[in-house]
């Protein structure tokens, strides 16, 4: 069954750190275009990160410097590490996975920072 699975997800204090993973199965996501795509509170889904299969990564101004993203091919996982998280980081972090005509989604996962 081919499904990305995201975790890590959770209730932080401003100023701090998350992880999230999207696990994959049925794919290889070394071969894929990952991203990460966040939807906060009535707002529309932003793309805020990704990672190319050749390990180059991409991120929004809003998250650069604060964000980083991996991939481990052997686990098959990709991360987001967040640092310095913000309250308007508040939202739903999904990832994405595209390859030709392939474009496959997690079920989300929610992250609320506040005090």
């Known amino acids: 069954q081919v499904q990305l699975v995201e975790s890590g997800g959770g209730l932080v204090e401003p100023g701090g750190s998350l992880r999230l993973s999207c696990a994959a199965s049925?794919?290889?996501?070394?071969?894929?275009?990952m991203h990460w795509y966040r939807q906060g509170p009535g707002k529309q889904r932003e793309l805020i990160a990704n990672?190319?299969?050749?390990?180059?990564?991409y991120y929004d101004d809003s998250v650069k410097g604060r964000f980083t993203v991996s991939r481990d091919d052997v686990k098959n996982t990709m991360y987001l590490q967040m640092n310095s998280l913000k309250p308007e980081d508040t939202a739903v972090y999904y990832c994405?996975?595209?390859?030709?005509?392939?474009?496959?989604w997690g079920q989300g996962t929610q992250v609320t920072v506040s005090s």
């Open positions: 994405n996975a595209v390859y030709k005509t392939q474009n496959l």
């Open positions: 049925g794919i290889m996501l070394k071969a894929y275009t």
């Open positions: 990672i190319f299969s050749d390990g180059v990564s």
